[in-house]
């Protein structure tokens, strides 16, 4: 039985050397990431069984993509295809200009998946179903099909995940608005970062309150709620309990990927049998390490994360 | 007074280093590439004043593109736009795996260029204009584009070259005859390959005899051969003369754009006041240097052709 | 149902950049290769479904060896242990320094490998099982497991497939004879090197007689000899059927692993219903396909092997 | 008509990786820089004409100098010439190690640069003229140089910019203040370190009172002095109105250039007409970005310079 | 004469690039580390005589170690032999994950270095000897080695120095505290870790007192104290006298061999005829210096080293 | 004692990566080279006792490029002086495009090396002396350094081995002549290139008739004349015997260096006690070695000379 399946796009991303700008580099390092794909390796990384569900075009690139994330680890089923492209992005990576990101995802090959692409059978086998907003803001007809997948975990009593990311939707507030409106009413556990419930939920005050409000809002049995700032503590809220759990504090040498390894590091923990407070700690212990990683994916071991969270690190 | 100006797509190609493919390369190495910014690039490197007309994305790739081509020495003139993408093409590069080749090109800027774009007064006092059939082949509106360059350039009495490339254009045969029909009675030097030859125009027989039928039918003051096989002499016929130039023996880098840095060589020698033959000459030398190159132009000064060109390599 | 089990053990191989030598390198490239996964990688890149079996520590370099393996497609089934190393090998890459190779293979952690640490069912449930002389050779331990296995093989219908490789047991001539001896019988397929076949059967005078001799001796359905030059045809016999395959021309930019890749072809293809003389051309040109590049296994698609046999390329 | 035009070597500064050193590097990155191209690659980047006007010797290493110069989007306007060399400089970049600085510039090309080598035109038709006095310290035949170039300037009601970089002159605080008093008398905005007011100006008491005294002397229509220390609000005067304004917090990766990219930001914004306050906060700003790139130039575009100063980054 | 002679090993240690890590790096940097190769190596960067014996296997690998440390510009006398291993070690370098390391040192042909081996008259000739804890923790040999090495030199009124370095031991305490008692009693400079006085010698109260304690026991001329964390002062006891010296203030970019780095700055301050707060002034100099140069050992000059400790830098 | 003594320079060559021009690298390799430092390497590699004498400037280049022959066991002898450079060289290597190549050799500090700069102990202990015409020619003082030197070793029975190297003396054929005469009649080994004897010497009919000519000219005991073409033997003539060795066939990676490597193989041979073609042989079987390398100078050990001479590879 497979413990965690994602959904969604992986994208290949090229940054300069650490320095170096797009504009001047000569050689680009590649790497795989995307929400789903990255939370599918924290939790492989972890020690748990993780597949990452897609749709590819037929294509040295799209073997690329796909090479990656079996390299972590996770279990892979993908829809080849003959049309559509590997979203491509040129970032800068670590340091204050990263505002650089040439996105380059148009007419992606995942933006056509039906529910009939994907096998419904492992998503009904696995304990939980994660996607992020990501996902079904690609498209209406991912937006459909995402649907359709919380709706079969849903009947066969998969545990539901699911992380706003709004700056990864690429929508507008209001829109985003809509989109969260369809969906959220069938998620179980929901991931949202502090700058989310503002911008699309105008939840500005207090981050509890903000989480409280969205749990009753949706029904959801958990709700955890990431900060803007790294020193800050993550909030997880479930029934009437309130949990805070500071960061630890290591080197950054890459911020991305480091939210979705936390998520990764969450459900890791929740699959596990720890109680919301030790599912969020494994969640910022593994944040903690990717930090330390360049790439977007956290890389290691179960027995690194224990380092940083047994403050033997 | 520009020497040369030639109007098309630059393409941002990535390639793993050699003997790594695409599918398990960690970093790839970035070159800038096309029919006439190639062509640029070789005319600029042998002393000569090239300028590159293009359109372009007002991104850190847009800028990646100009800068590479500014660094050897081309003038630019490029339209920004907040619209439309940097082709990229991902591409192995020397040896027998070259055939891998993930072309990434829909939605490029380039591709809705109109005449209002284009600085024409630098096409009326350029002394020749160089086009390759990759430019008209990307949309209805390049198309368009090109043959009011091919125009304008006429009433000024600057001449006009043109270099099928049907290998980059991605068209069936009938239609690339249909395109090349509605632009050949407007050019003066048609630089066409052997394999071009045969595709396009069913001219199989013989080269020479190849050569004198398209002369004959778009009325060409000067038609160019060039071969499939680099031992193999390149044809040049201008009136009734005809001229072969052997291939100079160099050690084969890279392949790619060996075909542009000879006619930028050919046309740099015709610009200079060079007669055909020696023209030819020029090219073939030009073309020899670059094989032993890796990227799509040439790099260096005329005095390395020279080189090779009397013999002295 | 796996297509292809091979059981085996995989080296890191530490490589200086091509034209540096082990005594100066500043840097090293890693690669994975061994016998087996090699022949697993070449398979599951020919688009099946490929399984290597295996013995690693539980260390961060056990997980470099697994995660290569997987990335390349091959699933794996591995005991991790606690005791034991991995392999480890500084090796020349490419021309005629190819000499040097500093081999570290001493207490590998799969010389302890007992039937009891392998999935026997995987055995059984696969159509072919694939074993390599070079894993026997590894330790008294290994000889009596890779016994056990071909029987268990024998015994479900799998077919057994195996590869002499003298040249990496590290046996003496009259040692290597014995350990053959003792596993032979129970072969359905055998590969054989010319090179083998002499210095350790003393069957220097022609081939195809020594694989007669080979095929009666040990009473093998199919026998297979590889060659010492490339451009020898490989010769395969089955029944009283002698076929001779000739070598595709490629650059050689590595020669590690190009036998290991003939073999994946010639399985791949005999798996998907290929003749004696089709299995053996997949293979030459699998082969082919892997002397261009550079690491231990082959990389690309069954489209590139397809490119080559098919003089595509 | 041209924004700015600088006269001034560049130097091809070879540093290793970060992290080793000159004694055991095995490869070194080579970067172009010097006074002048640095600020008129700063210029240029953020949207200006900028030119720079030099002497360099018609090799390789003069070729990948200019390349390097265009590259950024700086015209240049060289004389070639057969005798002189590229100046070299070997260099740790960044920490604490940064003292290691072997400095190659005898008998460099530029040194023998007399007014009739350069486009005086240029000079008169550009709107800002700046020189270092990194320049007129190389020879008394580029001091004398630097006279008349100062000299055409001021006729052609050119704005006059210098900027002293005492460190880049090579000469003892005596001999020092001679060049100066030779020249400043014909400088409108004068560009002084903190430090250098101190070793050459004996100014060592409050900056604000050496920037008075320098303004008053020298009869400079504006004074900008820049600091010892990052944090310390970089000074300009004009007339009696002092401003100070302070630096943008951004990681350090490379200290090289990061003085030359706030002169020409500051330059960049008296061009567009910003008043001395906005345009010390444009220096800053882009000087800011610059040390968050390896290498002796600013690299991107005022967009990435915008989103420092408004504190969006 | 030789200033100082060490005996020990040297390890070959492959690190990812920095940001990588070993489970997904390409390419991995190789550096010789050892505590007596590294103390060596201090020393001959300070400008004195230094010679490191050892034992080494006569392959590419051994060669890569000796040319590796007389690069540095210390003398080697090494016997070769053709049993045993060079030993590695997989590392990851700087920052939080340092943790990982996969080490490889079994049957090391160190481990069977017997007097006889030695060029004992190197030792009777040197001014100073120096060996760690992990030389004699290697094998019984080794230890009998090392006891007949502190006689010899001993008698011959060669100094003594000896560091403890119980984390490079691999011993549990009680085994190391037997180690060590067996040796102190020869040894006339004791340097000892903070850390390895108390798991050792359970001396965790106050380090000065720790330090008196052992220079009793041992009956040690001198004995230093080094620190758990680089911000506290350094210990250093003389008879009666006890001196602190702080640290300098320097960018850590890899800790490794920062701590042999201050033994050797120490052992050639005293060898320069430094008193003993000027000699650890000189070590903690050495380390700083150390903690900027990725690698194990101090790369630089004697210069480099005088520019920290004179607050030059 | 020792067996070879040196004296000369060693540039610090620096390389664009293989296909690669000066003009675009971003990367510089760097190796060090010069005729006596690559005879004293090879010497070193095939297990003799060499030294190099030289003097270098005090800074890190100068250390660099003793630390870099130290690593291949070259003892050195340095005078350390404060004025003048270490000369570098920028070059391409390997391929048609190696014409390139820009040399910086001014103001060299070997220029002003007299007599009592070098350790004439040395000579006068060493076996064979071996200088190329590259030292003399650098200067007039170095000249008449290298006239004492032969005259030291003339008297202290040292065999004084002499390369002409006219393709790296910089000299018109005249001036190289007046050069020789002054020098050649104190030398027992001379050692030309074919290119060299017709160029300097009008030599240019058969190579033995000119061996014979120069040998009888200046009373050398014996001549070796190297060839333009690697296919062609290498001819020794010593008394009236006349010597030919065919080359050993191995892939060009670098072509620099091949002849000093030569050089340092025959002197090795010598050393032994080989008879000349024996030696002759030594030293085309370690120039076969070289030229698979990249770099100046052969790397490995007299077992990969001897797999080469004794056609194992």
């Known amino acids: 039985m497979t413990d965690l399946v994602t959904v969604g796009e992986a994208t290949l991303r090229l940054s300069p050397p650490r320095g170096e700008r797009i504009e001047t580099a000569g050689t680009f390092d590649a790497h795989v990431g995307g929400p789903e794909s990255n939370v599918a390796v924290a939790t492989a990384t972890l020690g748990l069984d993780a597949a990452w569900l897609s749709k590819l075009p037929d294509t040295a690139l799209g073997r690329r993509v796909i090479g990656d994330l079996r390299r972590h680890g996770v279990r892979t089923g993908v829809v080849w295809t003959d049309t559509g492209?590997?979203?491509?992005?040129?970032?800068?990576?670590?340091?204050?200009?990263?505002?650089?990101?040439?996105?380059?995802?148009?007419?992606?090959?995942?933006?056509?998946?039906?529910?009939?692409d994907l096998p419904m059978g492992a998503v009904r086998d696995a304990k939980t179903l994660f996607v992020s907003g990501a996902t079904p803001a690609r498209s209406e007809t991912l937006l459909e099909t995402t649907e359709t997948l919380l709706d079969v975990a849903g009947e066969a009593d998969t545990t539901r995940a699911f992380d706003t990311r709004y700056d990864a939707t690429g929508l507008a507030p209001a829109t985003a608005r809509e989109l969260y409106d369809r969906l959220l009413d069938r998620v179980d556990v929901l991931i949202i970062d502090e700058a989310d419930a503002q911008a699309v939920f105008d939840l500005d005050s207090d981050v509890v309150q903000?989480?409280?409000?969205?749990?009753?809002?949706?029904?959801?049995?958990?709700?955890?709620?990431?900060?803007?700032?790294?020193?800050?503590?993550t909030i997880g809220l479930q029934g009437e309990e309130i949990y805070e759990v500071p960061a630890f504090e290591t080197a950054l040498r890459d911020?991305?990927?480091?939210?979705?390894?936390?998520?990764?590091?969450?459900?890791?923990?929740?699959l596990r049998g720890d109680d919301v407070k030790e599912a969020l700690t494994e969640g910022v212990a593994t944040a903690a390490l990717k930090r330390t990683i360049v790439g977007d994916t956290v890389v290691g071991s179960r027995a690194d994360v224990a380092a940083i969270r047994d403050g033997r690190n």
Chains 1, 2, 3, 4, 5, 6 share one sequence.
């Open 85 to 116: 492209r590997v979203s491509t992005s040129f970032v800068d990576r670590g340091g204050p200009t990263d505002s650089t990101d040439v996105s380059d995802r148009e007419d992606a090959a995942i933006t056509t998946t039906t529910p009939d």
């Open 210 to 233: 903000a989480g409280h409000s969205l749990r009753t809002r949706y029904d959801c049995a958990t709700v955890v709620i990431t900060r803007r700032r790294w020193e800050q503590p």
């Open 255 to 270: 911020p991305a990927g480091v939210h979705d390894a936390f998520v990764g590091g969450f459900l890791s923990g929740r």
